[in-house]
């Protein structure tokens, strides 16, 4: 168990549809990331926050968006959402700048 | 441009015999290289990683050796285990944009007892 926790475990949606997955990070972590995990694409970075504030950001569709919340929360918000979007959304987290990232188990999406 | 390119995309090896997994990358200004475990139903979890500084990193069964003159590195799984029966992701982390890691596609091992 790596400390990181995502709910729900599970999404079954329809196309154009709105959803938001939502991670807490493990104790003390103050960065937060979110992957994408499709089997044609692989894992793919799409956001990092840092304490509340974006850090970085990858191949995130505009549809897409996140946030984290003061308690240190992180919600990922999907919107419009097409038959592509269904994939496996992870979350990490990490200490700032620590090399390791802890990996949540995963929220599957599926889009109909 | 930012890319890691793994192979094999799968592999089956005897139990006790040794996997090898190879990674190479595009970008020198990588500077931190893990690889990850993955299981079904899991998320990644971190496996070893080794600095480009390096140029072997042992942890019991597990060796990545890094060659940083051909952008290549790899890991090697000793006395393969059907445990160790897992998709396996190289990966690689820049100074730049953040933290974030750029994965390689990954290895389905399959290890035979």
């Known amino acids: 168990d790596s400390g990181v926790t995502q709910t729900p475990k599970h999404l079954i949606t329809a196309t154009g549809q709105r959803v938001t997955l939502r991670c807490s990070p493990r104790?003390?972590?103050?960065?937060v990331y979110w992957y994408q995990q499709s089997l044609d694409q692989g894992l793919q970075f799409l956001i990092q926050y840092y304490n509340g504030e974006e850090r970085a950001k990858g191949n995130i569709l505009e549809r897409f968006s996140a946030q984290q919340f003061p308690d240190l929360h992180s919600e990922l918000n999907l919107s419009s959402l097409e038959l592509g979007d269904s994939a496996l959304y992870f979350c990490?987290?990490?200490?700032?700048?620590?090399?390791?990232?802890?990996f949540g188990p995963g929220t599957r999406l599926t889009v109909l | 441009q930012q890319q890691v390119k793994q192979s094999p995309q799968s592999l089956i090896v005897q139990k006790g015999g040794i996997s090898i997994i190879n990674c190479a990358y595009e970008?020198?200004?990588?500077?931190?290289f893990p690889w990850y475990q993955q299981f079904p139903g899991k998320g990644p979890a971190l496996l070893i990683a080794i600095r480009p500084d390096v140029s072997e990193k042992k942890e019991g069964r597990f060796t990545i050796s890094f060659n940083k003159s051909a952008k290549q590195f790899s890991l090697h799984i000793m006395d393969s285990q059907p445990g160790d029966s897992a998709t396996y992701f190289c990966?690689?982390?820049?100074?730049?944009?953040?933290?974030?890691?750029?994965f390689g596609g990954g290895t389905r091992l399959m290890v035979k007892p």
């Open positions: 990490a987290s990490s200490v700032e700048f620590a090399d390791t990232q802890y």
């Open positions: 104790s003390g972590d103050l960065s």
């Open positions: 970008n020198t200004a990588f500077d931190y």
């Open positions: 990966a690689a982390r820049g100074p730049n944009a953040g933290n974030m890691l750029t």
